[in-house]
């Protein structure tokens, strides 16, 4: 299911025209509920998130469909202390903008992409995993600037699709905040 959501979302984002807009930023995801895991470790994914949208389905509407990519670093820190861990990787999603004025939008967000992880749990195989994402927040714009401030909630989960044993998943709850700045692209 992750590989066709995945491989559709592609395919519109290749075949979707340029549009006169997009924006770019930076995001930074702090843990607020981490997974116990079953060795006893709590599992807390501090991320660092870069987002690019870059085509808007809903051109020309009230609101707005991006589809977006965010490449991700994460730092893992463990409690009880352990030895620091890591998770990099991409995703590609759709994020709808409900515009409630000219500054303000509600968002919701699906996501999924490819990563890698360094840690063995009793759990999750270390390597190839893909990391879904649902989120809600709000968008908004400060002042006339062109840049933006995204305030989101998201739910990751974690998981490689049983490419290897044990594949339980791991699932995480961030508060994410960051600044997007919109840039103008020639038709």
């Known amino acids: 299911m992750r590989l066709t959501t995945f ?3 592609l395919f519109f984002a290749l075949k979707t025209t340029a549009q006169t807009s997009c924006s770019a930023g930076v995001h930074l995801g702090i843990p607020i509920i981490h997974e116990t895991l079953k060795e ?7 991320q660092l998130l870069f987002y690019y949208n870059f085509a808007n389905l809903l051109k020309g509407k009230k609101n707005d469909l991006f589809i977006y990519l965010e ?9 009880p202390k352990d030895k620091k ?17 000219d500054k303000t939008a509600i968002i ?12 063995e749990t009793r759990q999750q195989h270390r390597g190839f995993i893909f990391s879904d994402n649902f989120t809600a927040g709000l968008h908004q714009k400060l002042g006339d600037s062109g840049t933006n401030f ?9 998981s490689n699709l049983n490419f290897a044993k044990p594949n339980i998943g791991i699932d ?10 919109e840039l103008k692209m020639e038709n």
């Open 7 to 9: 491989t559709i979302l």
């Open 108 to 119: 919701a967000a699906i996501g999924s992409g490819p990563h890698f992880i360094t840690v």
């Open 150 to 158: 995204d305030l989101k909630f998201r739910f990751r989960h974690i």
């Open 71 to 79: 490449p991700q670093l994460v730092w893992v820190h463990f409690s």
């Open 172 to 181: 995480s709850w961030f508060v994410i905040a960051g600044i997007t700045k």
């Open 40 to 46: 006893g470790r709590k599992y807390k994914p501090y």
């Open 85 to 101: 861990e890591w998770e990099f990787g991409s995703n590609l999603g759709l994020e709808y903008r409900l515009n409630v004025s």
